[in-house]
């Protein structure tokens, strides 16, 4: 194998040669994601529940994250028409709002077990694949919701905590192995899915606004910006970077601003 970071003339952002598997890559940052390894030369297959966002060249794989054999067989096919597994991006979720009142039991059981079990069950199913592949990157699409106490994000926050908690711990476990474990917390990222929360306010234009103030850069993340993020972290340009998480949240997590008033 090729040390892809001490030749002189190869980018190390590059991707030429690997394969890379992105749960939840049919729409907004996961879409975004693949589009952007296919661009740096990796070849790329797309796992969703509906994969009919993707086209060419990413290949559509239909599956579950909340079903175990439905990973098991998505994975299998696609490392099948790849050829091998080098990159993961764990990126499928979904959304929850409320209070800790306001979810019930089947709710909380639901978002735990398609944003923190279907990240498990595909790595699960990957990791044989990945232990073979000289340049191992697992990559987990964690949130800002993991590291800021947000209103009325209560579920969605706890799932992401643990994908925090557990990225951590997949990256102790699997270093010696050759395999790097790393994610990224984006602030609101502009994506069909917040297009769908917008909709659903009763003033999308004020709630819209008040999704912008609340980043220290006054505007959402785009998809494009966090998928930047996790092709970094994917690549060799991050050989040796395991068990962080690359914040991509215009300031959100980092910054206390005083208000633009008082400066
Ligand atoms: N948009 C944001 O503001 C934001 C911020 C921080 C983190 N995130 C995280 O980014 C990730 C992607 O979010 P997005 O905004 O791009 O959402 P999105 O709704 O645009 O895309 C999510 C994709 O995941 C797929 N998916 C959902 N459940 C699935 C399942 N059980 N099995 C397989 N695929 C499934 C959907 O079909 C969809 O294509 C999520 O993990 C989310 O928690 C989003």
């Known amino acids: ?33 693949a589009r952007l390894l296919a661009a740096r030369g990796a070849d790329v297959a797309v796992l969703d529940l509906d994969p009919s966002g993707a086209r060419a060249p990413l290949h559509r794989i239909k599956a579950d994250v909340s079903d175990d054999t439905s990973v098991r067989e998505g994975v299998g096919a696609a490392v099948e028409r790849l050829g091998g597994l080098d990159i993961l991006v764990n990126n499928a979720g979904i959304g929850a709002s409320g209070t800790v009142e306001d979810n019930d039991d089947a709710q909380w059981h639901r978002v735990l077990d398609v944003n923190v079990l279907g990240m498990v069950r595909t790595t699960r199913a990957a990791l044989p694949h990945l232990r073979r ?119 959100m997590q980092g910054l206390r601003l005083r208000p633009a008033a008082a400066r």
């Open 133 to 251: 592949s000289a340049h191992a990157a697992v990559v987990n699409t964690c949130s800002i919701a993991a590291t800021a106490g947000l209103p009325q994000r209560a579920l969605y926050s706890a799932s992401k905590g643990a994908v925090l908690s557990l990225t951590l711990a997949m990256a102790a476990d699997h270093v010696r192995e050759g395999v790097r474990v790393n994610c990224v917390n984006p602030g609101t990222a502009d994506t069909p899915w917040v297009g769908r929360l917008l909709d659903a306010a009763d003033d999308p234009q004020a709630e819209r606004a008040a999704l912008n103030a609340r980043q220290p850069m006054g505007r959402l993340v785009s998809a494009e910006e966090v998928a930047a993020a996790i092709a970094y972290l994917a690549s060799p340009a991050a050989a040796s970077v395991t068990g962080t998480a690359l914040a991509v949240d215009g300031g």
């Open 1 to 33: 194998m090729t040390d892809r970071t001490s030749a002189p003339d190869t980018d190390p952002n590059r991707l030429d040669g690997l394969k890379a598997l992105v749960t939840g890559g049919a729409s907004g940052i996961g879409l975004a994601t």
